[in-house]
């Protein structure tokens, strides 16, 4: 517990208001350790805590949230006003009573109690704080290895559930018949992975009770369950809280409702948005907490890693473009669900599990890179990308470049050979024309295969192109902006420019390092 101590406390308008039956009462609540957590709020001069109803060895007694009220001015003592509680009586009671002497008596503090003089002044203090410093590691290494997953008091249970089409309120008509135009289901999330806590059922297996993801801070003021397990869970509540409230999704969050507003006994981890969930996990597993499938199916593997794949294979004249779901575990993975919108993780099963739907023995993982939605439909639909002979010039030239940096392509039998790409490179186009003048045109050059591709600069982004790279080259370009035949900003169009005036460029643009291609006559150019 955080010690508050407050000093200069007038105590006689205190005890005034409390009374000499509820001093007495306070003291022997505070005494025997009812006081929980205490805090200070000096912007407005107010004790706040939480008190156990029945203190001294009771752990399952009834918590009271309690605050107490100063008045502060200046040169003088803060003076009691009124406190508050909780408990039947609402005001000035024993709760309150204890509070306050917890936080303005250092005799009453409980440890001062329990530990014997001998056990005290055992040690000179400098042995003490250097005991408890080396110590310190050693014990929390033995909390952790001392944790099993089969008898932990908590655990979080997974499970898979389709995606219902969520009922339209009010029915649109698109048609002259009058019918009613259903919604349109999402192939991304036909599936969604709900997280409740459970706790060890009387029969065996894992019931939920009276847990829920909104009572984590009423769960570890009772003690009942580790702090470290509560404190991780807490973390894992916020992730999923914060990406629900960046989606608007509040007919999910505040969806479910037994036993009032806000109580809320699933997540949806599926709908997490923050790659920091896969750290949480990590360190779960870690400290012992485990995450077990519904029912008795058993506890669910730690989490892995994964990549997304093409893999394109030939025939010998069609291409054939299949994405597969490359694990660390080399599990011949079928994917179920993309964790978050921008693809930062996987659910995932072996293909013989996959058909069960939501009965699947299904695993996470973390994806090496995300993958985009267009991929991901592509991935849980199971389908392939056929290119008919004609249009693989096209594919290789046009698609393959900007298909390459969204995943990792490969060719499971050996049968494709990917093209090599260099580039990109700045060119300079120098054409003379009449009247001593001279056309200054800058372009970017790619080879994929044996096909060179050009772009002018400043022109529509094509699919083919690299902007990262092409940003870099920019960047460490030193040409001067002001003159003649100098792009603005490095995508302004180009302008023509008298020969002697350009003379300048073209000594800077060949002592950059960029290719210079020049046309003095009609005809072909020349480098």
């Not at 990792?408 to 790409?421: C, L, N, R």
């Not at 192109?465 to 003649?484: F, K, N, V």
């Amino acid at each position: 517990m955080q010690r508050v101590a407050l000093r200069d406390v007038d105590l006689a308008s205190f005890r005034a208001a409390i009374g000499p039956e509820g001093c007495a009462d306070g003291t022997t609540a505070a005494a025997r350790g009812a006081v929980v957590q205490m805090a200070w709020e000096a912007s407005q001069q107010l004790l706040t805590g939480t008190v156990r109803e029945r203190a001294g060895g009771t752990r399952g007694g009834e918590i009271r949230t309690v605050s107490a009220s100063f008045r502060a001015s200046p040169g003088f003592p803060l003076r009691f006003r009124e406190g508050y509680c909780s408990c039947a009586k609402g005001t000035n009671c024993v709760h309150v009573a204890a509070l306050v002497l917890a936080a303005t008596d250092e005799t009453l503090l409980p440890s001062a109690k329990a530990i014997g003089t001998a056990a005290r002044r055992s040690a000179l203090p400098w042995e003490q704080s250097l005991d408890s410093l080396l110590t310190a590691p050693q014990a929390q290494a033995a909390t952790a290895t001392s944790v099993v997953p089969a008898n932990a008091p908590l655990a979080v249970e997974l499970s898979l559930v389709q995606v219902m089409p969520e009922p339209v309120r009010y029915p649109s008509y698109s048609t002259d018949n009058g019918r009613h135009e259903p919604p349109v289901e999402d192939p991304i999330r036909k599936m969604k992975l709900q997280a409740r806590l459970v706790q060890p059922g009387r029969l065996g297996g894992w019931v939920a009770g009276h847990l829920s993801w909104s009572r984590l801070d009423f769960m570890l003021l009772r003690d009942e369950f580790p702090e470290a397990h509560i404190r991780l869970l807490h973390e894992l509540f916020t992730l999923c809280r914060a990406s629900s409230a960046a989606q608007h999704s509040s007919s999910y969050y505040y969806g479910y409702s037994s036993g009032g507003y806000g109580y809320q006994k699933y997540l949806d981890l599926s709908a997490c948005e923050s790659r920091q969930l896969w750290p949480v996990l990590e360190q779960a597993h870690a400290v012992g907490l485990p995450f077990v499938y519904k029912g008795k199916q058993g506890t669910v593997p730690p989490p892995g890693t994964a990549e997304l794949c093409l893999d394109v294979t030939t025939d010998g004249t069609t291409l054939l473009i299949a994405p597969i779901i490359k694990t660390s575990d080399g599990m011949d993975a079928v994917p179920l669900r993309f964790i978050g919108a921008e693809g930062h993780g996987i659910i995932y099963a072996d293909r013989a599990q996959a058909d069960r739907g939501e009965l699947a023995r299904f695993r996470l993982a973390k994806l090496t890179h995300p993958v985009p939605a267009q991929l991901q439909h592509l991935a849980l639909a199971d389908e392939r990308l056929v290119i008919p002979e004609a249009g693989q010039a096209a594919f290789l030239s046009r698609y393959y470049p900007r298909l390459r940096r969204q995943a990792t392509v490969i060719s499971s039998d050996g049968s494709f050979t990917a093209p090599e790409i260099f580039g990109p490179d700045l060119v300079v186009r120098l054409a003379y024309a009449r009247g001593h003048h001279l056309d200054i045109r800058w372009e970017w050059s790619y080879q994929v295969g044996g096909t060179e591709l050009r772009a002018a600069l400043g022109a529509a982004r094509d699919p083919f192109r690299d902007r990262e790279a092409e940003a870099g080259i920019l960047a460490g370009l030193s040409l001067p902006a002001d003159t003649a035949g100098v792009p603005r900003e490095a995508t302004a169009p180009s302008q023509p420019a008298a020969f002697s005036a350009a003379q300048p460029v073209v000594n800077q643009v060949v002592a950059s390092g960029i290719k210079a291609v020049l046309n003095f006559s009609p005809g072909p150019l020349t480098s």
